[in-house]
């Protein structure tokens, strides 16, 4: 018997499908008992529910991420374990500016997820997100990042910025689930969804929610320098390339008035290629830089402008978000 090419077409769909299929399962297996359920309660008010939302474990000690506006309104906060299991969790610290929060629980079982490196994520490979929409449990959807380097206000005013986007669908309660790659490791944290559109969901990378996790583990806080401008990650062309020796630099798209890098000098449309010479590759190198280290120091910002590179000097404040 002939094999016709519609009947390979199908086989071949159906071999596909069963191998996404297998890596949805797989994931969703794997990172099940490290994905929690977290309930938001206000004492002062004869224990009112303020909300629910999900949440992660990052560490054998205990230690959850979630978004800072799940926790935002409440006093108290019990986490919902996939067990069944619900014990009272302490909250470590909160950083509004980049919407994470951390909470600690008692984490016998050891679980956790790592995170990736976010700047190694492209657009169009798959993205899973975990979390309880709705209040249900532990639910499942899966996409792919669909864009780069988003930037979303934060309830500060901050911009939050290298946001990740993807299509893969989140619901109110996904907020601080965990967005994942093909291997189970954390590329991103769920934070929002633009109601009204459709596919236009998005997440906090992984690079900066690790950062501000461990600054909040080990201080409660994140204090961070100050410049006062917006901006996302471009790419280098390669007709800059003999001014510009690296692949990708930060393009200033704001500059608030009367900020430190208004002071300074910068313009919109420059590109920041370093802070005190070490090299910006996008606005994640950028926030590391700005830690509380650079308050109220002098530092030296290298930029493109004019087929030129120049010096800058600047002085951050501290951020007072």
């Keep these: 018997m002939i094999d016709q090419p519609h009947s390979r077409q199908s086989a071949s769909d159906s071999e596909l499908l069963d191998l996404y ?8 297996e794997q990172v099940s008992r490290a994905v929690v359920q977290i309930q938001t309660r206000d004492e002062k008010q004869q224990n009112t529910s303020k909300g629910m939302g999900s949440g992660f474990l990052i560490s054998t000690d205990g230690y959850v991420v979630t978004n800072s506006h799940v926790v935002t309104q409440g006093t108290s906060f019990l986490v919902n374990r ?10 470590t610290g909160k950083d509004p500016a980049t919407d994470i929060a951390i909470l600690n629980i008692p984490n016998d079982e050891g679980h956790m997820l790592s995170f990736a490196d976010s700047a190694q994520v492209r657009v169009g490979q798959m993205a899973i997100a975990v979390g309880n929409p709705y209040g249900f449990q532990y639910s499942v959807t899966a996409g792919v990042v669909s864009a780069l380097g988003r930037t979303l ?24 689930g965990p967005l994942l790659d093909s291997r189970g490791s954390v590329i991103g944290v769920n934070t929002a969804v ?11 990378s992984s690079n900066l ?16 320098g100050f410049l006062g401008l917006a901006g996302q990650k471009v790419l280098v062309h390669e007709r800059l390339r003999q001014h510009i020796n690296q692949a990708s630099a930060v393009l200033v798209q704001q500059v608030e008035p009367a900020g430190p890098a208004h002071q300074a000098g910068l313009l919109s449309g420059d590109l920041i290629l370093a802070f005190n010479r070490h090299e910006v590759t996008g606005i ?12 109220d120091t002098v530092g030296q910002l290298t930029i493109y402008r004019n087929h030129e590179v120049q010096q800058l000097s600047v002085v951050p404040s501290e951020w007072q978000g």
Excluded: Y
Aim: proline share 2%; hydrophobic share 40%.
């Design 82 to 91: 996939p067990g069944g299991q619900t014990v009272v969790a302490e909250l």
């Design 21 to 28: 299929s297998r890596t949805v399962v797989g994931v969703s």
């Design 209 to 224: 929610a690790s950062w501000v996790a461990g600054e909040l583990i080990l201080h409660g806080k994140v204090r961070r």
């Design 194 to 204: 633009i109601r009204g559109a459709q596919g236009l969901c998005f997440a906090v």
């Design 153 to 176: 206000k934060s309830s500060t005013g901050r911009m939050i910025d290298d946001v990740i986007q993807t299509d893969a669908a989140l619901n109110p309660g996904n907020s601080g």
């Design 284 to 295: 994640e190198d950028l926030h590391r830089a700005l830690d509380r280290s650079s308050i």
